[in-house]
């Protein structure tokens, strides 16, 4: 398969509480994107970090990432359960125009 | 602004029968994919268009998938005949037109595809 590895494959939390879930890629980047995708709903782009940088913050979210490991972390503080969906990492491989998206860890936020 | 548009949301046909899925980007944006995601997968593309032309469809499954996009606004997006396995959700986003690994992706809701 094409696309990345995140972990957990599944958290649950409570609101209030942080979460934090990985993605690990298998070759050079370009950069990297974070989405989320609620149930029946569509994609949401969140945040892009590029190959260059190491760390990078919108909102309540903190991306980071280490090329040298060839993994990236999402954080999200003080969860909310309208935080409560999957969330994709999406990697531009070196030498390709498009975008390889892992396989989701979904979030489960209790109220 | 609207957001990418699709039809129909759901979709149940009979194994062999052809089925098609519409698409209407975000107005001005030049660039079109279609994606088919599969339970507990991300997204994978299938097809990706700059205007009207195709510039990667190496992901397209040739022999019973066809797509296009005419006069560079909407696309369509064709199985025929359907398979058990083209179950999934059919994903078409746009972008602006910008490099397709920088270019932020808008995605529309999907069409479940449910083959029996």
């Known amino acids: 398969s094409q696309q990345g590895e995140e972990d957990p494959q599944a958290l649950s939390i409570q609101e209030g509480e942080n979460a934090t879930m990985n993605c690990s890629y298998k070759?050079?980047?370009?950069?990297l994107q974070w989405y989320r995708q609620n149930s029946g709903r569509g994609l949401v782009h969140l945040i892009l970090?590029?190959?260059?940088?190491r760390e990078k913050h919108s909102g309540r979210l903190r991306v980071t990432l280490d090329t040298s490991k060839k993994s990236s972390s999402l954080l999200i503080t003080a969860s909310r359960a309208a935080d409560t969906a999957s969330y994709f990492c999406?990697?531009?491989?070196?030498?390709?125009?498009?975008?390889?998206f892992g396989t989701g860890t979904r979030l489960q936020v209790f109220p | 602004e609207a957001g990418v548009v699709q039809s129909p949301r759901y979709k149940i046909i009979e194994k062999k029968q052809p089925v098609a899925f519409w698409c209407n980007p975000i107005?001005?944006?030049?660039?079109l994919y279609w994606y088919r995601q599969n339970l507990g997968q991300g997204p994978e593309l299938l097809i990706r268009?700059?205007?009207?032309?195709?510039?990667?469809d190496s992901q397209l499954p040739k022999d019973r998938f066809s797509a296009e996009r005419l006069k560079g606004v909407d696309s369509t997006l064709k199985i025929q005949p359907a398979e058990l396995g083209d179950s999934a959700v059919y994903l078409c986003?746009?972008?602006?037109?910008?490099?397709?690994?920088?270019?932020?992706?808008?995605f529309g809701p999907g069409t479940r595809l449910t083959v029996l």
């Open positions: 986003a746009s972008s602006r037109g910008l490099a397709a690994s920088t270019d932020t992706q808008y």
């Open positions: 070759t050079s980047i370009n950069n």
């Open positions: 970090i590029r190959s260059n940088e």
């Open positions: 999406a990697t531009d491989w070196v030498d390709t125009d498009k975008l390889i």
């Open positions: 107005s001005g944006h030049n660039t």
């Open positions: 268009y700059e205007n009207e032309e195709a510039v990667d």
